[in-house]
């Protein structure tokens, strides 16, 4: 049985190409970057050639981009600095962030560092500006604004510019995690209203363990962890050297083929949710779907039946992958808080399909054919 991978969101496969980038600093070239002999002056300069080819893509300045261990790394460096050092007194976020972000605004918050908002949703799962700049008017304190670029679990898109005109505007210090998104789409940081954003490798078909945070040249932060003086003395320890390149060779690759990708995988997440609404009675879907929407994320609500209460644990058994959620709650089925806050009905399953550039419409058949057994 060929098992069929549709979570994505979660992470991806390693695109070969990426691999065969990687493979000399795993191999021959491994020496520490922060030595002198040739050796390491070798690994230095992968490290600097990635970092430049990430801020030409991303349209930022190379000071700009710092290497991390992944996106959940680089979301705790942004806020806890936004806080400690930029003097953000009043977080603003908003219900349905990943727990990157909502378990550190939490603990800043329990720590007394912060005052805590969370910003209403649309129906439809959007964050709602008008209530963002509501917030903002009446907070007396500096404010941290900390809200997703794409969500992982529903696909809703956040206006980024927008939103950094709204900060601008109160002066407040704007994060947002955009890890779905970066290896994804554009991005052209010269011209965003925005402070921090960051990436995670894992997310376009790059290694595990290594990610990006960029600071806008305009902010000033002290390092999160300490000890030596990597990445401009803003994080100690030595480089993941072969992360490093296959990141930045992972969104050359993205981003070369991001029209013909994106195109594509759009087309399979139409075809399967027209495929799911022809074949299975009482199907729904979660979030903007068809309107300012992920195009690798289809959340689907499927009506809640004995079987259909089941459904991931029997997708698994039969080959095939797909999320009730984050890929950070799984194991512990407390549900999705992101569902809970935008579709509260204890009468459907939600169920993430999410897809990528490896997949195919004979897979959705197969799902589809499996499905309709499986409710």
């Known amino acids: 049985m060929k098992r069929i991978y549709f979570d994505n969101a979660a992470t991806t496969a390693l695109d070969p190409q990426v691999l065969e980038a990687m493979m000399p600093f795993l191999t021959e070239k491994f020496g520490n970057p922060s030595s002198i002999y040739s050796y390491g002056r070798e690994s230095r300069l992968a490290i600097e050639n990635a970092r430049k080819t990430v801020a030409r893509i991303l349209n930022a300045h190379p000071a700009e981009i710092f290497f991390t ?6 979301s705790n460096t942004a806020i806890t600095a936004a806080v ?6 009043h977080i603003i976020s908003s219900p349905i962030e990943h727990h990157a972000t909502s378990h550190t605004v939490e603990f800043l918050y329990r720590n007394g560092e912060a005052a805590l908002s969370y910003v209403k949703l649309l129906s439809n799962g959007h964050v709602d500006l008008e209530d963002l700049e509501a917030l903002l008017a009446s907070s007396d304190e500096k404010c941290l604004v900390t809200l997703m670029h794409a969500n992982n679990e529903i696909g809703n898109l956040l206006d980024l510019h927008a939103v950094g005109e709204i900060c601008k505007k109160f002066n407040a210090i704007f994060h947002s995690d955009t890890v779905q998104t970066v290896g994804h789409y554009p991005f052209d940081l010269r011209n965003t209203p925005v402070h921090f954003i960051t990436g995670a490798g894992h997310k376009f078909h790059g290694p595990k363990g290594v990610g990006m945070l960029y600071i806008n040249e305009n902010v000033q932060i002290k390092p999160y962890i300490h000890g030596g003086s990597q990445e401009r003395n803003m994080r100690a320890g030595t480089e993941n050297l072969y992360g490093i390149v296959g990141f930045a060779r992972a969104l050359e690759l993205a ?3 991001y029209e013909n990708d994106s195109i594509y995988i759009q087309g399979l997440k139409e075809y399967m949710a027209e495929q799911l609404q022809l074949h299975i009675k009482g199907v729904s879907f979660n979030g903007d779907t ?3 929407s992920l195009y690798t994320v289809l959340n689907v609500s499927f009506p809640k039946t004995e079987k259909s209460e089941m459904i991931l644990f029997n997708l698994d058994i039969n080959g095939i992958c797909a999320s009730g959620g984050s890929a950070c709650t799984s194991g512990v089925d407390q549900g999705s808080h992101v569902i809970r806050a935008i579709n509260n009905n204890p009468n459907q399953v939600a169920v993430r399909f999410s897809f990528s550039k490896y997949n195919t419409k004979e897979e ?7 499905l309709k057994t499986l409710i």
């Open 290 to 292: 068809f309107g300012r």
């Open 84 to 89: 400690r050092d930029l003097g953000c007194r």
């Open 69 to 74: 261990s992944g996106g959940t790394e680089s």
């Open 255 to 257: 981003t070369n083929h």
């Open 364 to 370: 959705i058949d197969q799902v589809v054919n499996k």
